[in-house]
């Protein structure tokens, strides 16, 4: 059964920082891993997708990373802003189902 | 370009009321649709999915059902509701099951009283 970990369940950070989000998991056969964005109370914001062929994928000051054979992909977040306060999660595709992972929540304080 | 719509954004029903919730997406064909369920400081619980009209599968036996009733269409129903049915519940769609990006809605907060 897949498991999928994200660590650590909070962080705190000052405005200005790099700053990486991690997503573990078990099962290596995956179809492609997507990281969201998650305001209070609100839905859920897609950020990035990384096809299971790719590696990396970049959209403005985020970067996520893939590495299937060791379980891992990355969320890298440059020149934090307060804005990038919310919680972020990581969902792995698999079989047609997305499983996700507790998230991240992210302060950033100004 | 595709929209989902959620509604409603917030509902308060008593113990043992029945439940609907309705989640459409426009803009595209064929979607699979999903219901996710966020309980306070947890995860995402996937409810249902749907990859067809009429085809629904149940990930977690519980108080609720799904159909799908139209292309673009899945609702939620609960006949009675119970308190551990409160949460934030989450509509979600994408086209394919490979290499395809998935979207939310804004979510129903649902409190069961």
């Known amino acids: 059964k897949q498991e999928v970990t994200q660590i650590p369940a909070a962080l705190s950070v000052p405005e200005g920082e790099n700053l990486v989000l991690n997503c573990s998991f078990t099962?290596?056969?995956?179809?492609?891993l997507q990281w969201f964005r998650q305001d209070p109370g609100k839905g859920l914001t897609s950020l990035l997708l990384i096809q299971s062929s790719q590696r990396e994928q970049t959209s403005g000051r985020l970067n996520a990373s893939l590495d299937k054979s060791s379980g891992r992909s990355t969320l890298y977040i440059a020149a934090s802003q307060p804005g990038d306060s919310a919680t972020y999660l990581c969902a792995l595709s698999n079989t047609g189902k997305l499983i996700f992972g507790q998230g991240t929540t992210l302060q950033v304080k100004p | 370009s595709q929209t989902i719509h959620q509604w409603p954004a917030t509902l308060v029903q008593p113990v043992g009321s029945p439940l609907s919730l309705e989640c459409t997406v426009e803009?595209?064909?064929?979607?699979?649709l999903y219901w996710y369920r966020q309980a306070a400081g947890r995860g995402l619980q996937l409810l249902f999915y749907?990859?067809?009209?009429?085809?629904i599968s149940s990930e977690v036996p519980q108080n609720l059902s799904a159909s799908r009733p139209q292309d673009r269409q899945f609702i939620l129903s609960s006949k009675k509701l119970l308190l551990s049915d409160s949460g934030f519940y989450l509509c979600a769609w994408r086209t394919g099951l490979v290499n395809t990006e998935a979207f939310f809605g804004q979510g129903t907060r649902l409190t069961v009283v």
């Open positions: 099962d290596s056969a995956i179809y492609n």
């Open positions: 749907s990859v067809g009209i009429g085809q």
């Open positions: 803009g595209t064909s064929n979607p699979n």
